[in-house]
């Protein structure tokens, strides 16, 4: 099946390569649990390292794929050094899981769709997501904040999300 | 498991949508550094890559860098392979060891590396130059053998480089890409220039480098007045004039004037009333009066300090909560520092050597110790001396790291012995970098002997190398202990009194007013940038010295200057004056800035992104206002418009106390504007700012400048 796509190495525009994939390299690291910084740092040695090797062009999505098999390599290899323990127990499944999510569109149509969702939660819910999501608010804070024990602002979150999952697939259906 | 993924994917998208952490626009980024690895050579990676400073038993020779010994090629994938292993278990830490416990680290990594016997004996070789102290010749047999102290991973992070650790440097080449600052648009370029092959040592580079050093320039001239010095700037100015066949624009009125001495200044325009106050003052000494007046203002301390510390936090300062850096309270301290009339070469004096929190409510709190904790970054060591250069000395060391740059002028040898002056500090983050403390402590240098204490790299010869700290030709005692010297006290010293540090000062203060500085790209000086007025350069450095390094006396003899007195019309007899494709600057037109090209996306976002990690929304709405104008890009924005574009159609007001809702204000902007809806993420990002600002009109008018910018660069 292979020999049916085009094997030549592709002259890429690094520029066009980057520009078209670097969101979503981003925010499938971001997924994977770096931080904002490690995000960056990682992304940008993601393209590095894909663009001073040999690169074949297989279509957007294998390059997608390929991009994100680099970059979680890229984060294997610093959380090792750093005595770290990766935090994904199955990268295949999580694949699938973030293909679903990203779609086409790096995640854009879903993004947009959990910003719409979002409003629609009650004040309560859409208050604790704020604090933990916007004001980085411990567990803790959100129970205190909103009266409530841990296991209930946990128990709330978890609603919460659970409602924009249903919400969103309500969207992009 | 599958729903588990889920749910982190959505949580981070809740991130995104919630915490305002958009991805960035990394793209320049890459492809600079894409560019600098490509000019690098590639045979040898891990030299260019390696941490520099992790001990390894070897003797310094009497010369403050000295090649110790040579690595055969040959060997060099053999003895890689053999030292990763030995990092498997342990390797050798930089410093705050004790002697048993290196010799114990260095025999367990030579022990994967070579036969017993054979490591056995190189430690008792190294123990004998250890002791004794005395020099090697290149090529010593047994230390071909030895493992790279640059593939050595560190084990303990007990000071100094210890952050090295937090990025591979093996597997991710040089992962430390250089920062960028407010006031070097360019700079992306200059490093793509600075990144030039190794140069062998008996290359042009050495001359060029010779050249550049850092001068010890302690004798000051005296001090002239400032008329003559006014006068003194003009001359120079008409002199690259006549020799260039260039005729300066006219004058501004005294309104354009005033308006851009209040943006370039103060960072704002004048009040209509402010306006009326300077029309009424004598012809004579308005100008003048102006001047001194904004320069006593808390609107120029305040706005200068933003500035101010956009250059000392270079890409932290992009990103205020990153590594525990409190933006504010440098900034605090920059705006009273300059509101007490603090001397240049004090306040560096005092961010070189501060130690303390980031912490405000610690006990040991010191804001200055922000601009350190900002620079440690990732890379430690490497990223202070890196931005300390470019800070203080205008230069970029980046390429100096791994072999002699001639861009820059400066050896590797240079680099290290600079870079051995940070080797006292430990840098310790609090939780989720929530803050950081700069502490001092004694350094034991690589082999251990605090008394002699150097660092060890690798030259671009493959040779290890020690460095002790000098700066200038000029070196310090050699201790690491506190006690006997305060290496950064001395840097702070050696740095202040050099010729470098004073043209680096002058060049960033009239870029800072007048958008392009002598040199060019603003930390770019070295034998490739040569500055486009050096007289002038020179002149104004030594009075600056000779005025004790009073800032606001440079402003003011800038301002008052023809530099400012000129118009920004394009003339046909000023036709070659145009540094924006890249020339000399001439000065025979007034500057202006351009709106920045970002997208309305970005522009918007980084509005979003100035809200400090941790707080509320009302918090950062009321740090914003504290802030205002802020340094991010919106108001740069405003300030690079004109009086007429500032103020806007008379609908904006209408719009601003209209009863529509934040959604509907957002979208009738963009209609106008754009003749488009906005998407739902600048949709988000504009309300931000819409809420984000002290009242609806200004806000309103914010948005509607952003886009005003953006439709013009589309």
């Known amino acids: 099946m292979k020999s049916a796509i085009p094997q030549d190495r592709v002259d890429l525009d690094p520029a066009a390569l980057i520009e078209r ?42 390059t997608a794929a390929y991009l994100r098999r680099v970059a979680y390599n890229q984060l294997v290899s610093v959380r090792r050094r750093s005595g770290k323990v990766t935090a994904v127990e199955d990268i295949e499944q999580f694949d699938r899981a973030w293909e679903d999510w990203a779609g086409n569109d790096e995640g854009e149509a879903r993004l947009d769709a959990l910003r ?28 205190e904040m909103l009266r409530i024990s841990e296991n209930g602002a946990k128990n709330l979150m978890q609603r919460a999300k659970q409602q924009l999952r249903l919400c969103i697939e309500r969207k992009m259906a | 498991m599958n729903g588990d993924y889920q749910d982190r994917i959505m949580e981070a998208g809740l991130q995104e949508v919630l915490g305002g952490q958009y991805p960035p626009d990394l793209t320049a980024k890459i492809l600079q550094e894409l560019d600098r690895r490509r000019v690098l050579p590639t045979e040898s990676p891990g030299l260019l890559d390696s941490p520099p400073v992790k001990s390894w038993p070897v003797s310094p020779l009497t010369p403050s860098v000295s090649p110790v010994a040579a690595v055969d090629p040959a060997d060099r994938q ?15 830490a930089a410093s705050g060891r004790s002697v048993m416990g290196r010799r114990r680290s260095a025999s367990r990594v030579i022990g994967w590396s070579v036969a017993v016997a054979s490591g056995a ?13 005395t020099a090697w010749g290149p090529g010593s047999p047994l230390l071909v053998q030895s493992p790279r102290p640059s593939d050595v991973t560190p084990v303990e992070s007990e000071h100094a480089d210890s952050q090295l650790g937090a990025l591979p440097h093996r597997d991710m080449p040089s992962p430390w890409v250089p920062d960028t600052d407010f006031s070097s648009p360019d700079e992306s370029a200059a490093i793509a220039s600075a990144s030039t092959p190794p140069s062998s040592p008996s290359s042009p580079i050495q001359e060029a480098h010779v050249e550049d050093r850092p001068v010890p320039a302690e004798v000051r001239s005296e001090p002239w007045d400032d008329s003559r010095i006014i006068a003194f700037v003009d001359q120079m100015l008409d002199q690259q004039w006549r020799q260039h ?34 029309r009424n003052e004598p012809s004579g000494r308005r100008r003048a009066a102006l001047v001194d007046r904004l320069l006593e203002s808390d609107d120029y301390a305040r706005y200068w300090s933003e500035r101010w510390a956009d250059t000392l ?103 290290w012995q600079l870079n051995a002056f940070f080797q006292q500090i430990k840098v310790q983050r609090g939780p989720e970098d929530s803050f950081a403390v700069v502490k001092d402590v004694d350094f034991h240098g690589g082999t251990g002997i605090p008394q002699d204490a150097e660092i060890f790299y690798r030259g671009q010869d493959g040779r290890l190398r020690a460095a002790y700290p000098e700066f200038g030709s000029e070196s310090i005692p050699r201790s690491g202990l506190l006690a006997d010297v305060h290496r950064r006290q001395e840097l702070a010293r050696l740095l202040t009194r050099s010729a470098d540090f004073r043209r680096a000062a002058v060049n960033r203060v009239w870029a800072g007013l007048l958008r392009y500085g002598f040199i060019e790209p603003i930390d770019g000086a070295g034998p490739d940038h040569r500055p486009s007025h050096p ?17 606001k006396r440079l402003t003011r003899w800038i301002v008052l200057s023809r530099a400012f007195d000129v118009s920004d019309q394009r003339t046909p007899e000023s036709w070659m004056d145009t540094p924006e494709t890249g020339g000399s600057p001439l000065f025979a037109r007034f500057y202006t800035e351009p709106a920045p090209s970002m997208d309305l996306q970005r522009s918007l976002m980084l509005a979003v992104r100035t809200r ?84 609806d009109h200004q806000a309103v008018r914010e948005l509607w400048q952003i886009l005003i910018s953006e439709r013009s660069r589309l």
């Not at chain 1, 670097?22 to 997924?31: C, F, S």
């Not at chain 2, 990763?84 to 342990?90: L, V, Y």
């Not at chain 2, 260039?246 to 960072?267: F, H, I």
């Open chain 1, 21 to 62: 994939f670097q969101v979503g390299v981003w925010r499938y690291l971001r997924a994977l649990g770096c931080d904002p910084a490690e995000a960056d740092d990682l992304t940008q040695e993601t393209f590095l390292a894909v663009l001073q090797h040999s690169f074949v062009d297989y279509g957007p999505a294998a």
């Open chain 2, 535 to 551: 007289e002038l350069l020179d002149g104004l450095s030594e009075q600056l010295a000779a005025h004790d390094f009073d800032l």
């Open chain 1, 116 to 143: 719409e969702c979002v409003q629609q939660l009650t004040d309560r819910a859409r208050m604790a997501l704020d604090m933990r999501f916007r004001d980085r608010a411990s567990r803790s804070e959100i129970a």
């Open chain 2, 612 to 695: 400090p990690a941790g707080s509320t929304l009302q918090a950062s709405i009321l740090a914003q206002r504290s802030w205002t104008p802020s340094s991010v890009n919106i108001p740069q924005i405003i300030d690079t418009q004109g009086s007429e574009s500032m103020i806007g159609p008379p609908w904006l007001d209408r719009l601003a106390t209209s009863p529509m809702s934040a959604d509907q204000k957002v979208e009738h902007l963009f209609r106008a504007v754009l003749d488009r809806k906005p998407t739902a993420r600048e949709a988000t990002a504009a309300k931000l700012v819409l809420a984000d600002r002290m009242n």
């Open chain 2, 313 to 415: 936090l270079g890409s932290a300062a992009k990103q205020p909560d990153r590594w525990g850096v409190d933006r504010q309270g440098l900034e605090q301290y920059l705006a009273s520092s300059m509101q007490e009339d603090k001397p240049y070469d004090q306040l560096t004096a005092e961010l070189l050597s501060a130690s303390g929190s980031s912490d405000p409510e610690a006990a040991d709190h010191d804001a200055a110790a922000n601009f350190l904790v900002a620079a440690w970054g990732r890379e430690g060591s490497i990223a202070a001396t890196d931005r300390v250069s470019r800070v203080w000395l205008g230069k970029q060391l980046v390429c100096a790291r791994c072999h002699d740059d001639p861009s820059s002028g400066w050896g590797q040898d240079e680099f």
């Open chain 2, 78 to 92: 053999e003895s890689r392979r053999d030292v990763s292993a030995g990092t498997a278990t342990g390797g050798v």
């Open chain 2, 245 to 278: 066949g260039v005729t300066p624009a006219p004058p501004p009125n005294d309104s354009q004037w005033c308006q851009r001495v209040y943006q370039r200044l103060v960072g704002r325009d004048p009040t209509p009333d402010e306006l009326r106050q300077f």
């Open chain 2, 121 to 133: 004996l190189l430690v008792l070789f190294a123990a004998g130059i250890y002791v004794s102290r």
